[in-house]
């Protein structure tokens, strides 16, 4: 059964650098058509996508944060990881990593989150 | 980008109820769109793809429907596990965007 993990600081100065990882088990990260990805959630909010990495290295990030946000992949630890930089207050969130699994019919290939973190909560404050 | 809309926000059922739940999209997305499920303090769960697929495992007592920009997730009757919160989504173009979720609570 896969399985993902994220680890990384719970509190995070503001300006500074949030980074987190993704260590995925029971599986393995250099499957194609998967791409892992990024997604959080303030209190008490909705979700909110930030980017997605094959494990070729390709990333599509949200534009919303792409000035700020890094998505890379470790194949040899099976890991992938985000760097969100110059954080503030409004970045504090739970953040999850998933995969983004597919399915493909005879006309359209269609995307999905089918595998999940437990998430981790992010705090940014002084 | 796409807005999702949901609605109702929240809404008070019982056991055995049939539910329904709406998502709008602000523009034509075909069939990119997911349903999810979360539990407070837990990771959301796939429940529905590509507007009407089920996904492996789920409850056949949830579905969807739609195409467009109109889309609905029934739950034919609710069950005490069934209490949470609904997200829609949609994958028809980056950025992938989200409903603001929809409260489902016992009455």
């Known amino acids: 059964q896969l399985q993902l993990q994220e680890s990384g600081p719970g509190l995070v100065q503001p300006s500074e650098t949030l980074s987190l990882t993704c260590t995925i088990s029971g599986g393995s990260i250099g499957i194609s058509n998967y791409y892992w990805g990024w997604i959080r959630q303030p209190p008490g909010k909705g979700l909110e996508w930030i980017g997605s990495?094959?494990?070729?290295?390709?990333?599509n990030y949200n534009p919303s944060l792409k000035s700020r946000v890094t998505i890379s992949v470790d194949t040899s630890k099976i890991q992938f990881s985000l760097e969100l930089s110059s954080v503030t207050a409004a970045d504090t969130a739970v953040y999850y990593c998933a995969r983004r699994g597919s399915y493909y019919d005879s006309s359209s290939g269609y995307y999905f989150f089918d595998y999940w973190g437990q998430g981790i909560l992010v705090t940014v404050s002084s | 980008d796409i807005q999702m809309t949901q609605s109702p926000s929240s809404l008070s059922a019982s056991v055995g109820d049939r539910v329904t739940i709406t998502c709008r999209a602000s523009?034509?997305?075909?069939?990119?769109l997911n349903w999810y499920q979360q539990k407070p303090g837990k990771a959301p769960k796939l429940l529905i793809y590509?507007?009407?697929s089920l996904q492996s495992g789920v409850p056949s007592r949830f579905s969807g429907s739609g195409s467009g920009t109109d889309f609905t997730l029934t739950i034919s009757s609710l069950q005490p596990e069934d209490f949470a919160t609904y997200y829609c989504?949609?994958?028809?173009?980056?950025?992938?965007?989200f409903g603001q979720g929809t409260r489902v609570e016992i009455k």
């Open positions: 990495v094959y494990y070729s290295g390709s990333t």
């Open positions: 989504q949609q994958t028809y173009n980056t950025p992938w965007t």
């Open positions: 523009q034509n997305i075909n069939r990119y």
């Open positions: 590509a507007a009407s």
